[in-house]
């Protein structure tokens, strides 16, 4: 199982960045996914999810209304589409495999990716 991050950058508060997470060695389309973000000196924070067609998907309230996930099960990518940002969102986001539908709590999730940072200035 490998999971491959991209789309990070440093962008200006209310910038835009949109993130990838390349999926392999696994049927990607059977399982949930969802994107964890980990700021500096800070414990890990769920931030989405999705199921596994896409057509079920789910947000931090901290993120609603500003962050759209979406998957491409025949590219086997999950995306995350980052607009209005802040500079609270400055973190590493990792994304992982979740191996319960819907579950939440990142400590159930069996892979991950090595991250990608995302910067943004005030």
Same mark, same amino acid.
């Given at each position: +199982?490998?999971?491959? /991050? *991209?789309?990070?950058? $440093?962008?200006?508060?209310?910038?835009?960045?949109?993130?990838?997470?390349?999926?392999?060695?696994?049927?990607?389309?059977?399982?949930? $996914? *969802?994107?964890?973000?980990?700021?500096?000196?800070?414990?890990?924070?769920? +931030?989405?999810?999705? %199921?596994?067609?896409?057509? %079920?998907? #789910?947000?931090?309230?901290?993120?609603?209304?500003?962050?759209?996930?979406?998957?491409? %099960?025949?590219? &086997?990518?999950?995306?995350?589409? $980052? &607009?209005?940002?802040?500079? /609270?969102?400055?973190?590493?986001?990792?994304?992982?495999? &979740?191996?319960?539908?819907?579950?939440?709590? #990142?400590?159930?999730?069996?892979?991950?990716?090595?991250?990608?940072? +995302?910067? +943004?200035?005030?």
């Amino acid at each position: +199982v490998q999971l491959v /991050e *991209s789309g990070g950058g $440093m962008v200006h508060s209310g910038g835009s960045l949109r993130l990838s997470c390349a999926a392999s060695g696994f049927t990607f389309s059977s399982y949930d $996914m *969802s994107w964890v973000r980990q700021a500096p000196g800070k414990g890990p924070e769920w +931030v989405s999810g999705i %199921n596994t067609g896409g057509g %079920n998907t #789910y947000y931090a309230d901290s993120v609603k209304g500003r962050f759209t996930i979406s998957r491409d %099960n025949a590219k &086997n990518t999950l995306y995350l589409q $980052m &607009n209005s940002l802040k500079p /609270e969102d400055t973190a590493l986001y990792y994304c992982a495999r &979740n191996p319960e539908s819907e579950d939440r709590d #990142y400590r159930q999730y069996d892979y991950w990716g090595q991250g990608t940072q +995302v910067t +943004v200035s005030s």
